[in-house]
């Protein structure tokens, strides 16, 4: 659990801290605004140098921020990505209409060459027949 403790306003406060657990003697200089992506409300406020609890509060609000900023980064990385992926899939979508067309197009080919083949071979037929009333008529002459 972690509790508060007010500091007077008339005695002075001195900050340091380190987030990796060493101790350091700095200054409150160490506290500007380490994440500067972050909004103003967002900022880890700095702590109070009398309190443990308060330096505890810090350490996790920078880790939390710092959580937060890979997050965002992550967010940004995948909808890039997804963005790619869109694109990737719309070109895919086009080429595959393209392939059904295609495809249509040879189907509705192949049946107007089926049925041309055929009334080719009734052409065929009919003139063969036409040769030999012909020939029956000019021996009959």
């Known amino acids: 659990m972690i509790t508060t403790t007010r500091v007077p306003a008339d005695k002075p406060v001195r900050i340091a801290f380190s987030l990796n657990d060493s101790p ?6 160490n506290f500007p605004l380490a994440f500067p992506e972050l909004d103003q409300q967002l ?6 140098s009398d309190s443990k609890e308060s330096m505890q509060v810090y350490k996790q609000h920078c880790k939390i921020a710092e959580e937060y ?3 965002k980064k992550e967010i940004a990385l995948l909808e890039e990505r997804k963005k790619e992926l869109i694109a990737r899939l719309e070109q895919v979508e ?5 392939a059904a067309q295609l495809a249509k197009e040879y189907a509705e080919l192949t049946e107007e060459n089926r049925t041309l083949k055929l009334a080719q071979t009734q052409c065929i037929e009919q003139l063969e027949k036409l040769r030999i009333q012909y020939q029956k008529r000019q021996g009959s002459s």
């Open 94 to 98: 086009k080429e595959s209409m393209d």
């Open 24 to 29: 350091d003697d700095a200054s409150s200089e």
């Open 69 to 71: 900023h890979e997050v």
């Open 43 to 48: 900022q880890p406020l700095p702590p109070c």
